[in-house]
T-cell receptor
Framework: QQQVKQSPQSLIVQKGGISIINCAYE??????FPWYQQFPGKGPALLIA?????SEKKEGRFTISFNKSAKQFSLHIMDSQPGDSATYFC???????????FGPGTRLSVLP | SQTIHQWPATLVQPVGSPLSLECTVE??????LYWYRQAAGRGLQLLFY??????ISSEVPQNLSASRPQDRQFILSSKKLLLSDSGFYLC??????????????FGPGTRLLVL
């Protein structure tokens, strides 16, 4: 119930391509879904977040798509760049004292 | 603006030695505080979290302990390090957004190598 599943585990994309990372959850009490970007040797940094009252949120080349009925959300990176190469974590948070839960992470490599 | 500090940045310790990692947060009051451990190439394992001074919850039983002596200070300790304690230790603070939901913000991390 507390788990957030994330796929793929690793992803290789050519420069200029679209990177797509998917996450799924079971607990319907989750209602806030942030994504984090982590470069090697650094702490994760908040990238973008969405609440389930919207189906999509876009910030620059990064877009979150949210499907409440399927309990799934995804991160799309348009025009992927080598500088986007990092590990991406999805997460879920909720009201009523729900703990903050992270997905296992996706290692993205964007080839030049 | 809020800032989170961790030190040291890197630490090499022999097996059986003690450990003390410190985390401090600036620019906020009464934050939720968290310690995570990350093995190389792996995900984030929650070790401890704290909702206030002296209030510590442990997620994983092990030879580590945590303390919160001040509102914005969180300390991770061990009396005797094991080889398996090696990893990347991350401190985070939780910012409660509207409706009680929380976003976590991470510090720069401490790389610990136990030899």
């Amino acid at each position: 119930q507390q788990q957030v599943k994330q796929s793929p585990q690793s992803l290789i994309v050519q420069k200029g391509g679209i990177s797509i990372i998917n996450c799924a959850y079971e607990n319907t009490a989750f209602d806030y879904f942030p994504w984090y970007q982590q470069f090697p040797g650094k702490g994760p940094a908040l990238l973008i977040a969405i609440r389930p009252d919207v189906s999509e949120k876009k910030e620059g080349r990064f877009t979150i798509s949210f499907n409440k009925s399927a309990k799934q959300f995804s991160l799309h990176i348009m025009d992927s760049q080598p500088g986007d190469s990092a590990t991406y974590f999805c997460a879920a948070s909720g009201n009523y004292g729900q703990n903050f839960v992270f997905g296992p992470g996706t290692r993205l490599s964007v080839l030049p | 603006s809020q800032t989170i500090h961790q030190w040291p940045a890197t630490l090499v310790q022999p097996v059986g030695s003690p450990l003390s990692l410190e985390c401090t947060v600036e620019g906020t009051s009464n934050p939720n505080l968290y310690w995570y451990r990350q093995a190389a190439g792996r995900g984030l394992q929650l070790l401890f979290y704290s909702i206030g001074i002296g209030q510590i919850s442990s997620e994983v039983p092990q030879n580590l302990s945590a303390s919160r002596p001040q509102d914005r200070q969180f300390i991770l300790s061990s009396k005797k390090l094991l080889l398996s304690d090696s990893g990347f230790y991350l401190c985070a603070w939780g910012d409660r957004v509207a409706g009680g939901r929380e976003t976590q913000y991470f510090g720069p991390g401490t790389r610990l190598l136990v030899l």
